[in-house]
Every structure is written in structure tokens, then in C-alpha cells.
Nanobody, 113 residues
Framework: VQLVESGGGLVQPGGSLRLSCAAS????????MSWYRQAPGKERELVAT????????YYADSVKGRFTISRDNDKNTVYLQMNSLKPEDTAVYYC???????WGQGTQVTVSS
């Protein structure tokens, strides 16, 4: 199993980023996927989840209305569109296969002026 995140970087408050997670080594199209994040000194937290056929999504209250999770089953990729970014969104973002202990290596997102 391999999960490779990309798209992180440095962005100013109010800006946007789109994270991608390319998956391989398992049946992606039947797997629900999640994005987590971990800020310095804090526990890892669930940000968003999407069902296997995009049938349902979940968002943490802190990102609701600003972040959008989506997936492309033909490309075995899950995305996290992040808009109206705030300094408190600064963290390492990880994708994960829901109900499995499969994690990516993470991508750093820093929101700062």
C-alpha cells in the first residue's frame, strides 16, 4: 500500500491550496478515504472523510464551509481543496484509508503572512 500526498506549501491567510493523495496497492474505489492533520504540539485530528463512491462526506467543524474533499476513482486519487486558509490550519496533512492503518507520509501546509 502506498499513499503519496502532494500540494502542500506556504500560503498567506485567505489563500487556497489543493492537496492530492495518490493511492496504490489496494482497491481504492471501494475504500473510504480521510484527511487528517497534525499541528506542532497537538494531537492528529480528522479533517474530512469521503465515502467510496463519493456518497457521503464528513468535515470537522473547524473546516466546514472552507474545505472540500473529493476523489477521482479513475486516477486513484483523493483531494482536499482548502480555501480561506487561516494560520490555525498550519499542520502536516495526511491521507488515510478509512478503517485501515494505512497512512501517507504527510505534506506540510503553512499559513502565514
Amino acid at each position: 500500500v502506498q499513499l503519496v500526498e502532494s500540494g502542500g506549501g506556504l500560503v498567506q491567510p485567505g489563500g487556497s491550496l489543493r492537496l492530492s493523495c495518490a493511492a496504490s496497492g489496494f482497491t481504492f474505489r471501494t475504500s473510504a478515504m480521510s484527511w487528517y492533520r497534525q499541528a506542532p504540539g497537538k494531537e492528529r485530528e480528522l479533517v474530512a472523510t469521503i465515502g467510496s463512491i463519493s456518497s457521503g462526506t464528513y468535515y470537522a467543524d473547524s473546516v466546514k464551509g472552507r474545505f472540500t474533499i473529493s476523489r477521482d476513482n479513475d486516477k486513484n486519487t483523493v483531494y482536499l481543496q482548502m480555501n480561506s486558509l487561516k494560520p490555525e490550519d498550519t499542520a502536516v496533512y495526511y491521507c488515510k484509508v478509512r478503517f485501515k492503518d494505512y497512512w501517507g507520509q504527510g505534506t506540510q501546509v503553512t499559513v502565514s503572512s
